[in-house]
Each structure stands twice: as C-alpha cells, then as structure tokens.
C-alpha cells in the first residue's frame, strides 16, 4: 500500500502570489515526498499574473493553480503549516493532525509600484528568496525521510 505524503500547507491572506510561488518551488523541490498546498485567509480568487511570469521564467508553471480559502483544509490532516505573510500567521487556525507549524515571512511583491520591469525586478527578489528557503527546507525533509526510513 503506498504511503499517503503528508499534507504542507503553505498560507498567505491572499492566496494570489507568496503562497502559489512556494506552492509551485517546493512543489518541485519534494512534491515526491510532500502534497503541497496553498490557501488564503482571503483569497484574492486569482493568481497575480507577474508571479506566473517568474516562475516561467525559472521553468516552473504554476497557471494552473487557482485562489483557495483555507476553510477547504479544515477536515483533513495537514501535517505541516507554513506561513508566509504576517497576516496569515495571525489568523491561523489548527488543522487536524497539524504537527508543525512555521512562520517565514516575505515582502508582498502584489504591491510593488513602478513601471513594469521595477515590478518584475521585485516579483523576482521575492521569488528567489522564497526559492532559498523552500529549497532548504525541501533538502531538510529529504534528510528527514532518508533517517526516518
């Protein structure tokens, strides 16, 4: 019988681009090991188009994700949550069968202003800093599941 991936949910208040960049980034990293989610507190019923840009840009098509309110994670077991703007952190709930739970913070690039490529620039930064963590943490799980097998 295969073993069922523990559930990271990865929250934001928008659920329109901090989430769904670390949604599709450690969806790459360890989507093998883990069901990556994302959700909002309010979700903005959209995904911002400059961070699908970006993740095209690294390879990564996440187009297809769409809006969730965190509501729809309520009944089933989520192991891992993970917050990434201070809103979300504030508001979240416990899920069933949550054993984890962390906070890293990141700057909304929704509210970069400028012209297009002073957007970008900032989609980008927000981008690879999310890449950096989520990656370690994608590598820490690996050796997790190497240890525990």
């Known amino acids: 019988m295969p073993k069922v991936k523990p559930t990271v949910l990865i929250l934001c208040t928008g659920n329109s681009c901090r989430s769904h960049l670390a949604e599709g980034l450690l969806r790459a990293a360890a989507g093998d090991l883990l069901n990556v989610q994302s959700a909002g507190s309010k979700p903005a019923g959209y995904v911002h188009p400059l961070g699908i840009q970006v993740m095209k840009e690294i390879g990564l098509?996440?187009?297809?994700?769409?809006?969730?309110?965190?509501?729809?994670?309520?009944n089933q077991p989520v192991e891992t949550v993970i917050t990434v703007c201070g809103n979300a952190d504030q508001v979240c709930p416990i899920f069933p069968g949550q054993v984890n739970r962390y906070h890293w913070g990141f700057d909304d690039p929704a509210h970069a202003t400028g012209t297009e490529a002073e957007k970008l620039a900032v989609f980008r930064r927000v981008r690879d800093e999310i890449k950096r963590v989520f990656e370690a943490y994608a590598a820490g799980r690996r050796d997790q599941a190497k240890v525990g097998a």
């Open 61 to 74: 098509d996440i187009s297809g994700h769409h809006s969730k309110h965190l509501n729809e994670f309520l």
